[in-house]
């Protein structure tokens, strides 16, 4: 089974600041996808950004992107030019890409970090 | 915002009562999804639904049951519930296509006293 780890259960930034959130995982599969879910106080799940393994060149969107070490089985979060919107949980997650249809929806969520964006 | 609803968004029981908790979708998806979040475990998959009637165990499936009868909804049942079972409960939905996204529910807060 695979695993995800967030070493990090609390962040802190100062804003206009970047930051850069851990994740690692564990699998013995070659092909996967990893997300990264931000969960502010609304409790509302938010998909910030997404990474086929397949793919070397490391996923952007806007002011986020991430560091995808396949071998290492790392796949961190980097922030910039943090903003007081940013605060809030962020889990990384991990998705099988072996079980069909159903695996759509099948994560495994790391433990989340608490991001604090300071003014 | 996918149209996805679930109902209750909070709920407070005793333990060994039964609790439903429904998920409602407009989106026609296939695929639907219950989670559990937790701290210190980020969320995990209770439950799944590949269809109308079609459902099957996640990682966390003990003291759970399912039900899926049409489409738009899929309801999780606490049979009795216990006290490890207060948790934040989250409904979420996909489709097979091209960069298929899960879009979750706002989640259902259940306290088990």
């Known amino acids: 089974a695979q695993t995800v780890t967030q070493s990090q259960p609390e962040m802190s930034v100062q804003e206009a600041e970047t930051v850069t959130l851990s994740c690692t995982y564990d699998?013995?599969?070659?092909?996967?996808?990893l997300f990264w879910y931000k969960q502010p106080p609304s409790r509302q799940m938010i998909l910030v950004i997404r990474?086929?393994?397949?793919?070397?060149q490391n996923a952007t969107e806007n002011r986020f992107s991430v560091n995808f070490q396949k071998a290492a089985k790392s796949f961190s979060l980097k922030i910039s030019d943090s903003q007081l919107g940013d605060a809030a949980m962020y889990f990384c997650?991990?998705?099988?890409?072996?079980?069909?249809?159903?695996?759509?929806?099948?994560?495994?969520f790391g433990q989340g970090t608490i991001l604090t964006v300071h003014p | 915002d996918a149209g996805i609803t679930q109902s209750p968004r909070h709920k407070v029981t005793e333990t060994g009562t039964p609790v439903t908790l429904r998920c409602h979708q407009t989106?026609?998806?296939?695929?639907m999804y219950w989670y559990r979040q937790d701290p210190g475990h980020g969320l995990r998959l209770i439950h799944y639904s590949y269809g109308v009637k079609d459902t099957d165990k996640g990682e966390v499936s003990d003291g759970y049951s399912v039900s899926r009868s049409k489409t738009e909804d899929f309801l999780l049942t606490l049979e009795s519930a216990t006290s490890s079972q207060t948790s934040v409960y989250f409904c979420a939905i996909s489709e097979r296509g091209n960069n298929e996204k899960l879009f979750f529910g706002s989640g259902t807060q259940l306290s088990v006293l």
């Open positions: 997650a991990y998705r099988s890409t072996n079980a069909g249809g159903t695996s759509y929806g099948k994560l495994t």
């Open positions: 989106e026609n998806h296939r695929y």
């Open positions: 699998t013995s599969e070659s092909d996967y996808y």
């Open positions: 990474q086929e393994a397949y793919k070397q």
